[in-house]
């Protein structure tokens, strides 16, 4: 089992900056891929983007490409998300999510391939 705890929300003006980080406690070594996720009021969760644990490679969202940075320190079992150019429209509750089953790494845009998430942490960008 695999627990994830985000931390490093808050309130930023659009335009500004914030990182966020997940810590990954347990098995470890049953993640196949990790994610970051979130979900404005009344919207859906979607994809922000995610990393291949063993080959490291990281996919993006489109809307997020070129302002958002995924990086991990394997030293300390942590995932971060660094968001830059923010706008208003980034506003939501970021979640990080692992996959600790071998599901294709093209399924990784869905929600539905990770098995394991984070209780979220809030991003609010104000105009």
């Known amino acids: 089992q695999v627990q994830l705890v985000e931390s490093g929300g808050g309130l930023v003006q659009a335009g500004g900056s914030l990182g966020l980080s997940c810590v990954v406690s347990?098995?470890?070594?049953?993640?196949?891929?990790m994610g970051w996720f979130r979900q404005a009021p009344g919207k859906e969760r979607e994809f922000v983007g995610s990393i291949n644990k063993s080959s490291g490679y990281i996919s993006y969202a489109d809307v997020v490409k070129g302002r958002f940075t995924i990086s991990r320190d394997n030293a300390k079992n942590t995932m971060y998300l660094q968001m830059n150019s923010l706008k208003p429209e980034d506003t939501g509750l970021y979640y990080c999510?692992?996959?600790?089953?071998?599901?294709?790494?093209?399924?990784?845009?869905?929600?539905?391939?990770?098995?394991?998430w984070g209780q979220g942490t809030q991003v609010t960008v104000s105009s």
């Open positions: 999510a692992a996959a600790t089953t071998p599901t294709p790494w093209g399924t990784m845009t869905a929600t539905e391939a990770y098995d394991s």
């Open positions: 347990g098995r470890t070594v049953s993640i196949y891929h």
